[in-house]
């Protein structure tokens, strides 16, 4: 591949670096890239689902992946993999991105990586055929295409350094700061770069400078080349051999920093770990001196490489192998940006009619149009229209659940409310306020504990033992009175739907070899509403498609109980209705209903 | 550096600590001590009974070799292998009591090149181990370009430099597999090996190559090790460890000491501090005072950039002028940059130009990728106003120039500070070339 970027490239950033990441995003935008540069962040310790960031002066969200086999199933596209990983685990995160497979190049970050498990690394990613940029890097760049977290730095310097487009310098260097540095002067006395490459600063690298320059070589855009090597190691002579053997034919331009070093013995460690010469040849001046004679424009010193560069690239100018760049139009990214607070992805009041999921209001709420309450429900519930099957059980649950006489907790609460003289929304909600563990909630519990226990193949025994351990009576079992032979019909009614309606019923088949097993040891431990209900939703969502993972979130979240706050909070407004109807005094506990043990506080 | 000598005693105790896993059908006495003087020798004699019971070598533990051309190993008193416990201690009491000479490089037996000299501080003491040259090997292994090296040679003791063509040098690519590696060792021991031990050879090479491998030994070399029968003895070792290694090893390198080289000054305690605060940050910091009488000081951010302002003092002004090296990068706190400045202020500071003039102290940068120049040079700007009297009192010019996220702010507010402290300064912007200012600075 003679590029290394593309502007389709896409990236999975692991560790949610979100300055950088906001960076190739402003880069992205300034640039007029169609998707975002980055397709994923890998957030090992993250809950969240997507994280915001700004494009321009919009903002979007990219998705968050607690690994990156889950970002690489998710977005298999993105090819590049961007390892912010701390020196304890970048290997460790590479080394699985190269087992994974699918990404092209690697770019590597931390600094301090152990030598021999840099040097496996770096011959694993070769065996595979991936590039690897760093360890010890800020990155690479592919102006106008793709551009790798920090490098380039600040947008403002990015455009006035010419890395928002395509120039005609190949320019690899060691070192990151002075990366920014030659692209500047490049800007200034050329065209800027057509790719550049940090290849990092420790002593054992993945891609070498051999590596870039081939690649670079063969790239059409490339017209001449830059490298800036170092004090330290051999790997300016295998450039040399290269250009001697004509591998290399474009103009290279080379400088090797630390001339300083002759002057001082080994102590004194210049510049990046990996620049210690241990022999003369490594020394910077030898270097120079050997690059100099293949024909490598070598300039005198540092303060003369931008002349150098200038006589360089006008030459090729003047030849005809370098045209004049028509300069592109860009976006400019806003300097005052405000973040959301809120998201949302249900409804929008935007426009002319609101709409519930992209369906105007008008579109669902009469009759005629074929929608009923439980269709509205599955668009904002579920952000999707479920089959009729759904809606009709979905309704079934709210019509069975909507009442259950004035005794229990949250009629009574709700009707002793109203009683106080307190308007509906109060007596509602001291109603609601009673649903939770003892009261409504088993819903939630059941879908959960039997959704576990299938899915681990649990013998109805074994769950009970289980449930035993956990010290939890199971729940969405057992009912004050009602048992097999005196089933409640509410119950009978919902399976029978049930039978009649899913495709199939896998964790009501099995509650139901729970129900036999408690049923034997006790009459009225049967599978009781709540229970039901919770299940035959799991049942359901499987049926619809849905994954695990994806019910999972709905439980937690709570949407079980939710269809049980709806359908009750119709019978409580019954019993506020009818208190308010009756004109009801002010109730008062009858004080012989109250067993009285008060003694005197003791005086500590 | 990544790569960091360690001392013999502890080379050993590592090898010895594990000896089990890598030379099971071995073994090693592993009697060794290391002491700083006599009397800490007698005293680990009431622990290590064979100090008492056994006749003795002593050599000092310094990082340095050809301490036997030296004459600084002990294996004689009247006659080779009658050193008693009193005379090891007396003559490490007697070396470790002035300076001594040492000289790294020999012609033969004569020494070339110059002496370093120093104190002696650490010795390591063994018993003395009557065996035949012919029971002495050689075996080293470290890393050349891409690949692992093992070298092994049946002539043990020798100075292996001179001696190449008796080496033999088997090089592993990284990824080899256990198997290649035990094959490819059974099959390069050297022919000069003793038939009797060919077998014993390979199996120790083996395990001696997968210890440097596993331990994260970036160099690692037993000249000689007597090998009888199955009993080992290592004679003399030097080892290197990688120690960004560190942090997965603790438990095998167990409490490892990376001293500094004999003759090598020790780090002042400015240093020191930069090192220090270095390790507990995830930026740069890194100081080396070259000569702190020195009139030219250097306060660059990022580790390239600082090479090439040294190298352009060099070229402009040659080293004798030269303070100091250091960098700092990879976005440190206003803090972290305010106690880096201050120390270099405080070191410049201390002493007049003996010839008078203006020191010069060089605030450089290339265009920073991310790191902050205002934040940072905020910390620059108070360690200014801690220092600004003593500043003008030595006379002092500076020199700045920037670029990177925030650089205009930057370099308002350093340019403010010095004006409002009354200290010289100039600044400039990524308009101007990276080390002009060097040019600037020194040709006035």
């Known amino acids: ?604 | 550096m990544a790569q960091k000598a360690i001392r013999e005693f502890d080379a050993k105790s590592i090898l010895a600590k594990h000896w089990d896993k890598y030379f099971p059908n071995f073994s090693y006495a592993y009697e060794t001590v290391m002491v700083q003087n006599g009397s800490e020798l007698k005293k680990a004699a009431k622990e290590k009974t064979w100090l008492k019971g056994k006749t003795l070598v002593a050599k000092p533990d310094m990082l340095f070799g050809k301490r036997g051309k030296n004459g600084l190993v002990l294996f004689k008193d009247a006659k080779p292998g009658d050193v008693s416990l009193a005379k090891a201690s007396s003559w490490i009491d007697e070396k470790a009591g002035e300076k001594q000479s040492v000289y790294f490089s020999f012609d033969g037996d004569t020494p070339s090149g110059e002496a370093k000299v120093d104190m002696l501080t650490h010795f390591i003491v063994e018993p003395f181990t009557p065996h035949s040259q012919e029971e002495e090997y050689y075996i080293s292994a470290t890393c050349v370009g891409d690949d692992d090296v093992l070298y092994m040679s049946a002539e043990g003791g020798m100075e292996v430099e001179e001696n190449w063509d008796k080496v033999t040098e088997v090089s592993f690519p990284i990824t080899a597999t256990e198997e290649e590696i035990e094959k490819k060792i059974k099959a390069s021991i050297p022919k000069d090996v003793a038939a009797k031990d060919k077998d014993a050879f390979a199996e120790f090479a083996i395990g001696f190559f997968r210890a440097y491998r596993e331990l994260n030994f970036a160099y690692l070399e037993i000249n000689p090790f007597v090998l009888q029968g199955k009993k080992v003895e290592l004679l003399d070792m030097v080892a290197k460890l990688d120690d960004t290694a560190g942090f997965m090893m603790r438990e095998e390198w167990g409490d490892v000491d990376f001293p500094t080289s004999f003759g090598m000054e020790e780090k002042s305690p400015e240093v020191l501090a930069i090192e220090d605060a270095d390790s507990k940050s995830g930026a740069s910091l890194k100081l080396t005072i070259l000569k702190p009488e020195a009139r030219v000081w250097t306060m660059v951010a990022g580790g390239g950039a600082s090479v090439v302002y040294a190298d352009t003092i060099a070229d402009f002004a040659g080293i004798e002028d030269l303070a100091n090296y250091g960098e700092y990068s990879g976005g440190p706190t206003t803090s972290e940059t305010k106690f880096y400045a201050e120390t270099v202020l405080d070191l410049m500071t201390r002493t007049k130009d003996v010839k008078g003039r203006d020191k010069v102290l060089i605030i450089g940068g290339a265009i920073a990728n991310f790191t902050d120049v205002a934040k940072t040079f905020t910390g620059i700007i108070q360690a200014f106003e801690l220092y600004a009297d003593k500043m003008k009192k030595v006379g002092i010019k500076i020199y700045v120039r920037r670029g990177g996220p925030n650089y205009e702010k930057g370099l308002k507010d350093i340019k403010e500070a010095a004006d409002r402290l009354g200290l010289y300064i100039e600044v400039y912007g990524p308009e101007t070339h990276v080390t002009d200012i060097v040019r600037m600075a020194l040709t006035k």
Not at chain 1, 515 to 534: C, R
């Open chain 1, 1 to 604: 591949m003679a590029q290394l970027y593309t502007r389709d490239t896409q990236a999975i950033f692991w560790n949610n670096n979100a300055s950088a990441i906001q960076r190739m995003l402003d880069y992205d935008y300034t640039i007029k890239r169609k998707k975002p540069s980055v397709a994923a962040i890998v957030a090992p310790t993250s809950n969240s689902k997507f994280d915001k960031f700004f494009y321009g002066p919009d903002e979007i969200m990219i998705p968050l992946y607690r690994n990156t086999t889950e970002a690489k199933a998710a977005q298999p596209q993105a090819d590049v993999l961007l390892n912010f990983a701390s020196f304890r685990t970048a290997y460790d995160v590479t080394m699985e991105a190269l087992e994974i497979g699918g990404f092209t190049s690697i770019m590597v970050t931390a600094e301090g990586i152990p030598e021999r498990l840099a040097r496996k690394m770096n011959a694993t990613a070769r065996e595979k055929n991936v590039t690897i940029i760093g360890p010890a890097t800020v990155g690479a760049i592919a102006p106008g295409a793709f551009k790798i977290a920090n490098i380039g730095g600040t947008i403002e310097n990015i455009v006035q350094s010419k890395l928002h487009r395509a120039g005609s310098c190949g320019l690899v260097t060691r070192s990151g700061g002075l990366f920014n540095e030659l692209s500047n002067i490049i800007a200034i006395n050329a065209d800027g770069i057509a790719e550049g490459v940090a290849i990092g600063g420790d002593r054992f690298v993945g891609s070498v400078f051999i590596d870039n320059l081939l690649r670079m070589e063969a790239n059409p855009e490339v017209k001449y080349m830059l490298l800036l090597g170092e004090v330290g190691g051999t790997e300016e002579y295998k450039v040399i051999e290269a250009v001697k053997s004509g591998k290399i034919k474009k103009p290279v331009i080379a400088w090797c920093i630390g001339t300083i070093a002759k002057y001082y013995d080994s102590g004194v460690q210049f510049g990046h770990a990996g620049a210690s010469a241990n022999a003369d040849s490594e020394t910077a001046e030898a270097k120079n001196k050997a690059m100099k004679e293949v024909g490598i424009h070598v300039p005198a010193s540092f303060n003369n490489l931008p002349e150098i560069i200038s006589a360089v690239y006008h030459e090729l100018h003047a030849q005809g192998i370098i045209k004049d760049i028509e300069e592109p139009s860009i976006n400019v990214c806003p300097s005052v940006r405000k973040s959301k607070q809120f998201i949302c992805t249900i409804s929008d009041d935007r426009g002319d009619e609101a709409h519930y999921c992209g369906y105007p209001i008008s579109s669902v709420a009469t009759p005629d149009t074929g929608f009923t309450i439980g269709d509205v429900m599955s668009i904002l519930w579920f952000k999707k229209r479920y089959p009729r099957w759904a809606v009709d059980f979905l309704e079934t649950v709210l019509k069975t659940v909507a009442d259950h006489g004035p005794a229990v907790s949250g009629a009574h609460n709700a009707k002793v409310t109203a009683r106080a003289g307190k308007d509906v929304i109060s007596s509602l909600i001291s109603g609601l306020l009673t649903i939770g563990p003892r009261f409504g909630g088993a819903i939630d519990d059941a879908a959960k504990y039997f959704k576990y226990a299938s899915n681990n193949g649990m013998s109805p025994n074994d769950f009970l033992n289980h449930m035993k351990k956990e010290g939890i009576p199971i729940p969405g079992i057992g009912h004050r009175i009602k048992s097999l032979k005196n089933p409640d019909l509410r119950v009978e009614g919902l399976k029978k739907f049930a039978a009649a309606n899913f495709p199939s019923t896998p964790l009501l088949d099995y509650a139901l070899t729970i129900e036999q097993l408690t049923t034997s040891k006790k009459e009225n431990l049967i599978l009781n509403v709540d229970g039901t209900i919770g299940i035959l939703m799991v049942d359901m969502w499987r049926a619809l498609g849905y994954k695990d993972d994806e019910i999972d979130v709905f439980i937690n979240a709570g949407a079980l109980n939710a269809f049980f706050i709806l359908g009750r909070s119709i019978g409580f407004i019954g019993h506020i209705l009818d208190e308010k109807r009756l004109g009801m005094p002010m109730y008062r506990h009858p004080t012989d209903d109250i067993l009285y043990d008060v003694k005197l506080a003791e005086n500590l």
